[in-house]
């Protein structure tokens, strides 16, 4: 697969930092990655962001998402339930040398992120022209003539 997955490592790291800090749940954001056709498309659940607190960063072969999640309620506000996640949320994730990351294209529609990011030209089956090597196609020919050449 050309999409390759997230470090479980760093996730570990992450969820480890979240029960520490007491978080409630953890934060993630829920993907659904698949191919279709010559592009690869990845989408990402963000309930509740805003398109302007979404930050996407490409560097190489490494794809980086930011979101910040704000709470609704206002200071002054009595609290009676906050069950929502709210802060900050990551997550990286490493494509594979067939894709072309730099035409990756990205949208924000009802809480989804949707990347797509094409195959790579040279990565693309191209069909391969099969020739003849000039003048070789007689071979049976050209024995009997270095044989009078040599008497």
Known sequence: ???MRFDPFRELDRLSEQVMAGTRAARTMP?????????FVVALDLPGVD??????????????????????????????????????FSRQLFLGDNLDSSKLEASFERG??????PVSEASKPRRV??????????VGT??????KART
């Open 112 to 117: 989804v992120l949707t990347m797509t990011i």
């Open 142 to 147: 050209e024995a009997p003539d270095r044989e």
């Open 51 to 88: 398109p302007a607190d979404v930050d996407l960063t490409v560097e190489r072969n490494v794809v980086s998402i930011r979101a910040t999640r704000r709470p609704v309620r206002q200071e002054g506000d009595e609290v009676l339930v906050d069950e929502r996640p709210t802060g900050e």
């Open 31 to 39: 993907m659904e990655a698949f191919r279709r056709g010559d592009e």
């Open 129 to 138: 022209e099969i020739g003849s090597r000039g003048g070789r196609q007689n």
């Open 1 to 3: 697969m050309t999409l």
